[in-house]
């Protein structure tokens, strides 16, 4: 197979979310092909420049967002694709110039004190990976200090928080507050989960409330646009 | 059969809920042959009285003081060897070969479609309200025009009818008034302004036995070299209680020797022409269905004929036709389970509103009746789509909705996908994304292409306003608009040519 056949064969298997050679792909009928992890490999060791591959990830998320709008993908095929390109990036992520994987930007996402949901923050978290964002997720039940600690190291450019309990929601105010007063005011904050809404958002001074995962990406390109 | 030859419309496979014990079916069974072999029927036709003197029935003359009459007594002898001749398979054809409908009355698999005959015709448009409190508030919502059937409401339908995803047949749905239109010239014009609109299996009465070899005439030149004719007929021969009218019952005679297709139904009224009790009900309807399709048998064994149950409630407090009852669905479970019994292929009704404009009323009468119906497994429910009024007026808008209903009950009722190789993926998929991811996205993919996935409500609103109105009518608007689907020029041509009586300006 020619590079750019390969790299064709790479943007089909984002695109049709078949993950490696295990997967059964997006009708079931994939399993035993080679998926994208094998393919980013092969590149790798044809020699493929990380910053082609790169480009192939966007290209092939593009897709996946027109057969999404048309409706003719639903959000577990978007996953499935961004799942794709989250694992690739772990694959050519060493071997790309310092900065240019966080070219997006960087997104620290936690599931706040408490709360133990965690699934919505894995979606977010998933296909904010795949669209490019370089993410940290800290998982759940996470004290306020912990967030401000990772902020301090990581440096994110977004930081998302979720809750799913009325009673674990009001833990975000505290860590809202906590980012202010630290002097994070470049930081935005994005907030999500089923009891917050934007009034609340509003309440606790958090810069957006995100609906659901397209919501959060759609807000997230209009931030980075007004920026 | 040739069942593996041919790709046929998929019908809705149920595992049928059924409603009285193989006990209780016996026992109505035992009472309808009772019926049948001691009291018989009344039968006003002295060519079908013939027919069953012929295969040996009691048959002798009466009066009732304005005609003559014949009472028929069926032995239960001879009403096995009329049943024994009964084809169990019966395939009804179409204009486009996919449509091609299959009836086992082994398989319980449903197919919906129109029924009744209506004289209303109502259109409708989408309007923008304000509140007269304040104009912030705004609605949009329907308003509704009536009009007399016509050949146009007719097309309409038809048209409609083809592009709806769960409309599986049409049974001609409208009671044409045109001026032009009479009793000679009404059954061609009927069929043929349907088959040029729809693809799908048409189906209707016959009002004059005249016009039966020109309407099977002009099927054939439709058919062409295809195996099935796209038509098939529906004769109601009983009057209820146990009479048999002279007129239908020697349409039945007509088509049997013609062994085209043929429903042979019966529709007594619960409370009024009928016992209100189901156990009453069902079994009188049999004794009737049964003897009408024993008059098919015995004028030509073989004839492929359709349990034809339409059996209805009256209301208390009018003594109409009242089909948002339960007892409406009991009547059509129980029926579908006697011609199971019989192995005929069923012939059901469902999905009436008993209200005269759409809403949610209608919503409600049309989802349960759908859902109760379809679950006992008969073969072939019409009245499916549009009905309004009992089943007095058509409403385009209404159908379009009544699709987006079957829609969700063929997702409820569908008979669960899991041999042995699913329990073991499922099995595998679980430990595997217990150990991993947590999330089972990646495997609703496959699942959703296997269709086993149901999809969501058709009109679903995307705001907080309700848009389910809004949306189905611009379905129906974009539905009317293409009319690509009809016959071609020089079948049209021909039909022209060679069938008498068809109105000019039709296309």
Redesign the interface.
Known sequence: MSKAELLKSLEHAIVMGHLDAEDEGFDGTMEGTPGTVELVEEALEEGVEPQKILEVFGKAMERVGDLFESGEYFLPDMLASAECVGEAMDIIEPKLEAGRSSEKGKFLIATVEGDLHDIGKNIVATMLKGAGYQVQDLGIDVPADDILKSIEEFKPDFVGLSALLTTTMIEMEKVVKQIREKGYSDIKVLIGGAPTSEEFAEKIGADEYCRDVMDALNKLEEMKAAS | MEEQKFQYKKPLHVQPVERFTQTQVKSIHEASMKLLSETGIQCAGEQAAGVYQSAGCTVSETSDGKQKLWNIRIPEKLMEKALSTVPSEVILGARDPQNTLYLNAKVPAVYFGTGSETNIYLRSRIEQFVSTDSSKNTLQYPVFEEEPGSIKALRESARLIDHLEHADFFVRNINIQDSEINSTNKDVNVFFNALLNTGKHVQGGITNPDALSDVISLAKIIAGEQPYLPLSFIVCPIRSPLFMVSDSSEKVIAIAKEKVPMVISSSPQGGVTAPIQEEGIVMQINAEILAGIALAQFANPGAPVLYGSVPVRARLDTLQDCYGTAEFIHYAMGCAQMARFYGIPCYSSSGVGDTKRPGMQAMMEKVYSYLGTASAGPHYIHYSFGLLDGTNIFCPLQAVLDNASIALVKDILRVPSCDQQHFDAALQEIIKTAKG???F??G???Q???KVVSETYEFVSEGEEDQVFVKAQAKLDASLDDDSNTLPDDIVKQVYKEIPGLLKNIK
Request: aromatic residues 10%; glycine residues 10%; charged residues 45%.
């Open positions: 991811s947590g999330m996205t990646r609703v993919r496959k959703f292409r296997r």
